[in-house]
């Protein structure tokens, strides 16, 4: 084992015993899905009842996305926290089929907007339209009021069209002329960016960055999968049979979860520590940037089967949280390669 592997395994080690005392971390190690409801306002039953239908859900979608287990993950952790997701790779590589997937597979209504730069707000929010009739105009809803909404290739919209969707992620409703619109619940937008090296595409402003909880990119499959996928039936035509594999109200019960985990004091730290650090760079994380990170990390343990939140949940999604905040935030540094400093260099309390 590495050195540096092995000095954060003593950490985690010196961490949960100090917090938990030694009987909670032995049963820890015995059984990492099971949990005192002492230690944590989410019930152990509860947790064991989330991981074996969010496994479900993995397994659903893991059919139609092969080899990118670990995309599909945090994808399902990010729509856990009640987040919005960026996509942001290489056209073809299966970022549409895992939104759709991903609809389809929890039963929600999916539309999708192909951006380009004709695209006008009113393309996405609906317009009010005169009516003879009543002789009023009467509000027509746009494709945003769906419960998983695809943003496809945003970043080839005008900044003006991608700030329509500002309102929408944040507070879950729409303001037309003067009338204010609620949202579906769930409302989920996953939104895919091609690089920025492209031509015809518009930068993301930071203001737009800040409302995703995550960067993703899938990046091509292994030969396997590729293999797979290649010999295989067309996803779009497995898309077509798939059932639902969780129901809307089972991920209504999935979110109230997420939010019941427990966080310690000593966690707390950790968290703020990390904060503080990427501050120390200049440009670092704003307090919006923690309470996602730890809304993620909540998700992320219990995706595990965990009514507690460990250092390493934040580890796991630290980077996709993090690293489209701190893109300026290190000169000849990507906002990854800062996140992934930040994490080796703070220490866990």
Same mark, same amino acid.
């Given at each position: 084992m590495p050195?540096?592997?092995?000095?954060?395994? !003593?950490a985690?080690w /010196?961490?949960?015993?100090?917090?938990?005392?030694?009987?909670? %971390? &032995? =049963?820890? *190690? #015995?059984s990492?899905?099971q949990?005192?409801?002492a230690?944590a306002a !989410?019930?152990?039953? /509860?947790?064991?009842q989330?991981?074996?239908q969010?496994?479900? %859900? &993995? =397994?659903? *979608? #893991?059919?139609?996305?092969?080899?990118?287990?670990?995309a599909?993950r !945090?994808?399902?952790?990010?729509?856990l926290?009640r987040g919005h997701l960026?996509?942001?790779d290489?056209?073809? *590589?299966?970022?549409?089929?895992?939104?759709?997937?991903?609809?389809?597979a929890l039963g929600?209504?999916?539309?999708?907007?192909?951006?380009t730069?004709d695209?006008l707000p009113a393309?996405?929010?609906?317009?009010?339209?005169?009516?003879?009739d009543?002789?009023?105009?009467?509000?027509?809803?746009?494709?945003?009021f769906?419960?998983?909404l695809?943003?496809?290739?945003?970043?080839?919209?005008t900044?003006?069209t991608?700030s329509?969707?500002?309102?929408?992620?944040?507070?879950g409703k729409?303001t037309?002329?003067?009338?204010?619109h609620?949202?579906?619940?769930?409302?989920?937008?996953?939104a895919?960016q091609?690089?920025?090296?492209?031509?015809?595409?518009?930068?993301l402003?930071?203001?737009q960055?800040?409302r995703?909880?995550?960067?993703?990119?899938?990046?091509?499959p292994?030969?396997?999968?590729?293999?797979?996928?290649?010999?295989g039936i067309?996803?779009?035509?497995?898309?077509?049979?798939m059932?639902?594999?969780l129901?809307?109200?089972d991920?209504?019960?999935?979110?109230?979860?997420?939010?019941a985990?427990?966080?310690?004091a000593?966690?707390?730290?950790?968290?703020?520590?990390?904060?503080?650090?990427?501050?120390a760079?200049?440009?670092?994380?704003?307090?919006r940037?923690?309470?996602?990170?730890?809304?993620?990390a909540?998700a992320?343990?219990?995706?595990q089967g965990?009514?507690?939140?460990?250092?390493e949940?934040v580890?796991?999604v630290?980077?996709?949280?993090?690293?489209?905040?701190?893109d300026?935030?290190?000169?000849?540094q990507t906002?990854?390669?800062?996140?992934?400093?930040?994490?080796?260099?703070?220490?866990i309390?």
């Amino acid at each position: 084992m590495p050195v540096h592997a092995t000095k954060v395994s !003593l950490a985690l080690w /010196s961490w949960f015993r100090r917090e938990y005392g030694l009987n909670s %971390l &032995l =049963s820890l *190690v #015995s059984s990492r899905t099971q949990t005192s409801s002492a230690d944590a306002a !989410l019930p152990a039953a /509860s947790a064991r009842q989330a991981q074996e239908q969010i496994d479900a %859900l &993995l =397994s659903a *979608v #893991s059919q139609i996305i092969l080899g990118k287990e670990g995309a599909v993950r !945090l994808a399902v952790a990010c729509l856990l926290a009640r987040g919005h997701l960026l996509f942001e790779d290489q056209p073809g *590589v299966g970022k549409t089929i895992l939104s759709q997937a991903l609809a389809q597979a929890l039963g929600l209504q999916f539309r999708r907007v192909q951006f380009t730069s004709d695209l006008l707000p009113a393309d996405i929010l609906g317009a009010a339209v005169y009516d003879r009739d009543s002789g009023s105009f009467i509000f027509h809803r746009g494709p945003v009021f769906s419960q998983v909404l695809l943003a496809d290739e945003i970043n080839r919209a005008t900044p003006k069209t991608q700030s329509a969707l500002l309102e929408a992620m944040e507070e879950g409703k729409v303001t037309a002329d003067g009338s204010t619109h609620a949202l579906p619940e769930p409302f989920f937008v996953i939104a895919t960016q091609n690089p920025s090296s492209q031509t015809g595409t518009y930068m993301l402003p930071e203001s737009q960055l800040d409302r995703f909880l995550m960067r993703l990119g899938l990046g091509p499959p292994d030969r396997e999968a590729e293999r797979a996928l290649l010999q295989g039936i067309d996803r779009r035509d497995l898309l077509k049979t798939m059932p639902a594999a969780l129901s809307t109200a089972d991920l209504h019960a999935l979110q109230s979860w997420t939010r019941a985990v427990h966080v310690s004091a000593p966690l707390l730290d950790y968290l703020q520590d990390l904060l503080a650090a990427s501050r120390a760079t200049g440009h670092g994380l704003s307090p919006r940037a923690g309470l996602a990170l730890l809304a993620a990390a909540r998700a992320w343990a219990l995706i595990q089967g965990r009514a507690m939140v460990l250092p390493e949940d934040v580890q796991a999604v630290a980077v996709p949280v993090m690293g489209h905040r701190l893109d300026h935030a290190v000169d000849g540094q990507t906002g990854a390669e800062t996140a992934r400093m930040l994490i080796e260099e703070t220490p866990i309390p």
